[in-house]
């Protein structure tokens, strides 16, 4: 299975912020809409970097109360992982647990973001090829039997 079927079953969404935002809004998004991520760019078309959740607690860790006047920009995750439409799940699952990354954006050929993929739709994607090849396996058993 390939990326592609998980964005056309999920929708292209993306939450996406400035890089000049402010954290306190961009940790509102991620409250308010129960996401784990969101893609910082400034024309909502080109991913510049990312702020997860991870990066908040980074943040706060590291500058205390100062983080919350940041900017998205200043704490963003720089140079994250991307994935494109035609990438399967093998190849997403190893990128996100080679770089520890729980989100990938997903650019097409030309760059653009057209979607994006967390942990949880591979998962749940891959069980579905995992049950569907259960339920082959186990029709041809008993077909033969």
């Known amino acids: 299975m390939e990326v592609a079927s998980i964005l056309k079953a999920k929708?292209?969404?993306?939450?996406?912020?400035?890089p000049d935002t402010d954290i306190r809004l961009v940790l509102h998004k991620l409250?308010?809409?129960g996401i784990g991520s969101v893609v910082v760019s400034t024309?909502?078309?080109t991913v510049e970097g990312m702020v997860s959740e991870r990066d908040i607690v980074c943040g706060l860790n590291k500058h205390g109360q100062q983080f919350l006047d940041m900017r998205a920009g200043e704490v963003m995750s720089r140079?994250?992982?991307?994935?494109s439409p035609a990438d399967t799940l093998q190849q997403v699952m190893a990128v996100m647990t080679r770089t520890r990354h729980r989100h990938l954006?997903?650019?097409?050929?030309?760059g653009v973001l057209c979607?994006?993929?967390?942990i949880g739709d591979v998962v749940k994607h891959r069980l579905?090829?995992?049950?569907?090849?259960?339920d082959v396996l186990r029709d041809a058993y008993v077909?033969?039997?």
């Open 43 to 45: 024309d909502g078309r």
């Open 79 to 83: 140079n994250a992982p991307t994935c």
């Open 31 to 33: 409250a308010t809409l």
């Open 105 to 110: 954006p997903v650019v097409d050929a030309e």
């Open 115 to 118: 979607g994006i993929v967390s």
């Open 128 to 134: 579905g090829e995992i049950e569907l090849e259960r």
């Open 11 to 18: 929708g292209p969404r993306v939450e996406t912020t400035r």
């Open 143 to 145: 077909a033969r039997h």
